[in-house]
C-alpha cells in the first residue's frame, strides 16, 4: 500500500515536460484571477482548439456529428467543453468536473467612504477564510463594473510592476494586548477588511476631499461614477504572479490553486483528447466556495439545460434521452485535497491522508464526521478507475480531509450524484488551503492532467 514519490519515475528530459506544462499553469494562475478571466481564458484556448459556441451551433441549425467540439457558457462565470463521441449520448458522458471560484474579499455594492483622512473601500469576504491572513498584504482588485448603458468596463488594478496595491491594515503589536487575547476567529472581525486605497484629498474640497479624489482617478481612469458600483463585480485578491517554490523548485505559490489546479488540467486534457468513444465533458463551475447555490452554481439547471440543447443538435432528444444521459455517465468530481503538513501533523490520520508528491488524490467521501453531505463513491467505480489508472502509469493515492472529528468539507459531487450517475471527489493535495498564498507540487499538477486523460479515454 505505499505509495512512492511520483518524481522519482521521471528521467531528467521527462522532468522538463513536467515544468513545462507547469509553466503554462503558472501563467494561468496569475493572469485568471477570478472566475470571470478563467471562463474567458478557458474559451479563448478552446475556440483556438476548434471548439464552436454551442448557441451558434444551435442558431445555424447545424447538427453535431462525433468528432464535433463544443462549449456552453453561463453569464461569463460557469462554462462547460463538449467532445462529440461515437457513442450515443444516452449511454452516457465521461466529466470532468471542478470549480474556478476563489475565497476572496468582494466589495459591498456602496464600498466607498472616508475615515480619518483615507479613503477605504468596504467589504464582505467570500467563502472559507482565516481572516487575519488577509491583513498587511498586498492585494490587487480585479472584476467588472456594469454601467447603466450596458457598457462593461474590466477592471484590474495592482498585478502590472507599475500599478500601486491596495490592502486591508493590521493593529501594530504595541496596542495589541487585547487583540491579542482574542481566539485567532475573532483577532479580526469580517467588517474590519476594509481595504485603504487614498490619502491625497482634492485641493479646495473641505468634505470628503480624499474620497473626491478617488473617484476623479476612477473617472479618469474608467469613466467610472460612484453609482457605478451598485452594478459592479469587483474582487480583491492577493496581487503578484503564482511562483517556483522551494529550492528545488518543485512546488508551485499561488493564489487559487483551490480549484483551479483541478480546472487547468482538466481542460487541458479535453484540448489534447482525440477520437473519443464516449462524449467526454468539462465542467467548470462557480459558487462552490460559498454553497453551489445561484444561476451559475453547480446546483442550478445550467448543466442539464445544456446537455438537452446538445441531444436536441446531436438529433437524439427525448426527455427520457436526457434522464439516460446523465444516470448513464461517470464523473470525477475534481477539488483540492489537504495535503499532509509536518507542523500540524495532530490533524491528520496518516496512513489516509493526502501526501505531496504522491500523485492525483481520490477521496472517496468528503462531508462532516459521519460524512454528512458527502457522496460516497462505489466500490464497484472505484475498481475501474484503479484499473484505468495504473493500465496508463499514473501516480494516484486516497485519503480522507483529516481526522474524523476534525472538521471536514464538500464538493459538487453529490450534486451530480443526484442524477444517479457515478462520482467520485479526486484532485491534487494542497498546502494552506484557503490561504493567500497556496502550495502544491509540480509533479502531482502533471500527474492530474495524465490522469484526466486516462479517465476521459478509457473509463
Not at 493572469?31 to 474559451?43: F, G, L, P, Q, S
Not at 462547460?80 to 474556478?100: Q, R, S
Not at 466556495?289 to 446538445?310: H, K, P, W
Amino acid at each position: 500500500m505505499e505509495r512512492k514519490n511520483a518524481w522519482l519515475k521521471y528521467d531528467s528530459n521527462a522532468r522538463k515536460t513536467i515544468n513545462f506544462f507547469n509553466e503554462g499553469y503558472k501563467t494561468f494562475l496569475s493572469n485568471c484571477k477570478t472566475e470571470r478571466e478563467c471562463a474567458a481564458e478557458v474559451i479563448s484556448q478552446a475556440r483556438d482548439a476548434g471548439y464552436l459556441d454551442l448557441e451558434e451551433v444551435i442558431a445555424s441549425g447545424r447538427m453535431l456529428a462525433p468528432g464535433d467540439k463544443v462549449y456552453a457558457q453561463c453569464m461569463g462565470k460557469t462554462l462547460a467543453l463538449f467532445h462529440i463521441g461515437t457513442e450515443a449520448l444516452e449511454k452516457g458522458m465521461n466529466l470532468l468536473g471542478a470549480h474556478i471560484d476563489s475565497p476572496r474579499l468582494d466589495l459591498k455594492q456602496i464600498p466607498l467612504y472616508e475615515d480619518g483622512g483615507l479613503a477605504l473601500l468596504d467589504t464582505h469576504y467570500y467563502g472559507g477564510i482565516k481572516k487575519y491572513q488577509w491583513v498587511a498584504l498586498p492585494l490587487a482588485l480585479h472584476g467588472v463594473v456594469v454601467k447603466k448603458d450596458g457598457t462593461v468596463v474590466n477592471v484590474v488594478i495592482g498585478e502590472d510592476p507599475a500599478d500601486p496595491v491596495v490592502g486591508v491594515s493590521d493593529l501594530l503589536i504595541h496596542l495589541a494586548a487585547d487583540q491579542m487575547t482574542k481566539t485567532a476567529a475573532k483577532a479580526v472581525e469580517g467588517e474590519n477588511l476594509n481595504i485603504l486605497i487614498g490619502s491625497i484629498p482634492v485641493e479646495g474640497e473641505e468634505k470628503e476631499a480624499v474620497k473626491k479624489q478617488i473617484l476623479a482617478i476612477l473617472k479618469e481612469k474608467y469613466d467610472l461614477e460612484e453609482e457605478d458600483f451598485i452594478s459592479a463585480e469587483l474582487e480583491a485578491v492577493p496581487a503578484g504572479q503564482a511562483r517556483d517554490y522551494g529550492l528545488d523548485a518543485s512546488m508551485i505559490m499561488g493564489y487559487g490553486h483551490d480549484d483551479r489546479i483541478c480546472a487547468y488540467p482538466s481542460y487541458k486534457a479535453m484540448l489534447a483528447l482525440e477520437n473519443p468513444e464516449r462524449t467526454c465533458v468539462c465542467l467548470l463551475v462557480d459558487k462552490e466556495e460559498i454553497g453551489s447555490v445561484g444561476a451559475t452554481g453547480m446546483q442550478s439547471r445550467f448543466f442539464e439545460n445544456t446537455v438537452a440543447e446538445l441531444l436536441n443538435c446531436a438529433g437524439q432528444y427525448s426527455e427520457l434521452a436526457v434522464r439516460r444521459c446523465l444516470q448513464n455517465s461517470r464523473m470525477l468530481s475534481s477539488d483540492v485535497s489537504a495535503a499532509f503538513d509536518p507542523n500540524y501533523p495532530e490533524v491528520m490520520e496518516k496512513n489516509n491522508a493526502a501526501y505531496m508528491c504522491q500523485g492525483l488524490c481520490f477521496n472517496k467521501y468528503t462531508g462532516r464526521a459521519g460524512k454528512s453531505g458527502s457522496n460516497d463513491a462505489n466500490p464497484e467505480f472505484i475498481a475501474r478507475i484503479r484499473k484505468v489508472l495504473d493500465d496508463a502509469d499514473v501516480s494516484w493515492q486516497t485519503s480522507e480531509l483529516g481526522k474524523v472529528d476534525q472538521g471536514g468539507g464538500g464538493t459538487i459531487a453529490y450534486i451530480m450524484a443526484n442524477y444517479g450517475m457515478e462520482v467520485i471527489d479526486c484532485g491534487v493535495a494542497v498546502q494552506n488551503m484557503h490561504a493567500p498564498w497556496e502550495v502544491a507540487s509540480k509533479v502531482d499538477i502533471y500527474e492530474a492532467f495524465r490522469g484526466y486523460l486516462a479517465f476521459l479515454q478509457k473509463i
